[in-house]
Nanobody, 123 residues
Framework: VQLQASGGGLVQAGDSLRLSCAASGRTFSSFFMGWFRQAPGKEREFVAAIAWTSETTNYAASVKGRFIISRDNAKNTVYLQMSSLKPEDTAVYYC?????????????????WGQGTQVTVSS
């Protein structure tokens, strides 16, 4: 399984940004896909997740209402639409995959990871 994250950049507070995660290497019908982020000096934290074959989504409280996770099965791509960005959203964002139908926010239980994309939000 290969995951390729893209779409990061430098934006101002209040702006929007969309991250993409292109998945390849196998079929993903049984997978849960997640976005995590890690700021300097902090532990990696859960942002959002989506089941590959259902409408089940989960969000961290800090992003709920501002971020939307979605997928395009035909393109094997998962997106993270981020709106009303805040300086505290600044981090390296990673997409991850877990070969299970069950959700978890524990990053240690995701077995596949993309390389990360930097998001910087200036005030």
């Amino acid at each position: 399984v290969q995951l390729q994250a893209s779409g990061g950049g430098l934006v101002q507070a209040g702006d929007s940004l969309r991250l993409s995660c292109a998945a390849s290497g196998r079929t993903f019908s049984s997978f849960f896909m997640g976005w995590f982020r890690q700021a300097p000096g902090k532990e990696r934290e859960f942002v959002a997740a989506i089941a590959w074959t259902s409408e089940t989504t989960n969000y961290a409280a800090s992003v709920k209402g501002r971020f939307i996770i979605s997928r395009d099965n035909a393109k094997n791509t998962v997106y993270l639409q981020m709106s009303s960005l805040k300086p505290e959203d600044t981090a390296v964002y990673y997409c991850a995959a877990r070969n299970t139908y069950f959700f978890t926010s524990d990053y240690k239980l995701y077995g596949y990871w993309g390389q990360g994309t930097q998001v910087t939000v200036s005030s």
